[in-house]
């Protein structure tokens, strides 16, 4: 079992900044994959971006450009800097980690991007 913390969730104001915290414990395997998703109201849940143990990373064209998917191994832990936010990224964000034969998911975090 993995379990997954996040943080760094809220309101923000549109062109304003905020950063993902997500920190993963338990049984964890040294290659994994981790990264954010995230679902609005009345909409599929999507990619946002991932990053893998090794740094390779995948984002949705949609925050290209704006996000920045990072983390640090040592604390098992994956950060997503949005930056010039849009009131379309009002979504819960979630976050997975995966490695193979196994998937996991946190309770997800609210942002808000509204003035």
């Known amino acids: 079992q993995v379990q997954l913390v996040e943080s760094g969730g809220g309101l923000v104001q549109p062109g304003g900044s905020l950063r993902l915290s997500c920190a993963a414990s338990?049984?964890?395997?040294?290659?994994?994959?981790m990264g954010w998703y995230r679902q609005a109201p009345g909409k599929q849940r999507e990619l946002v971006a991932t990053?893998?143990?090794?740094?390779?990373?995948i984002y949705a064209d949609s925050v290209k450009g704006r996000f920045t998917i990072s983390r640090d191994n040592a604390k098992n832990t994956v950060y997503l800097q949005m930056n010039s936010l849009k009131p379309e990224d009002t979504a819960v964000y979630f976050c997975?980690?995966?490695?193979?034969?196994?998937?996991?998911w946190g309770q997800g975090t609210q942002v808000t991007v509204s003035s």
């Open positions: 990053i893998t143990s090794s740094g390779s990373t």
């Open positions: 338990g049984s964890i395997f040294s290659f994994n994959t």
């Open positions: 997975i980690h995966r490695s193979p034969g196994t998937g996991y």
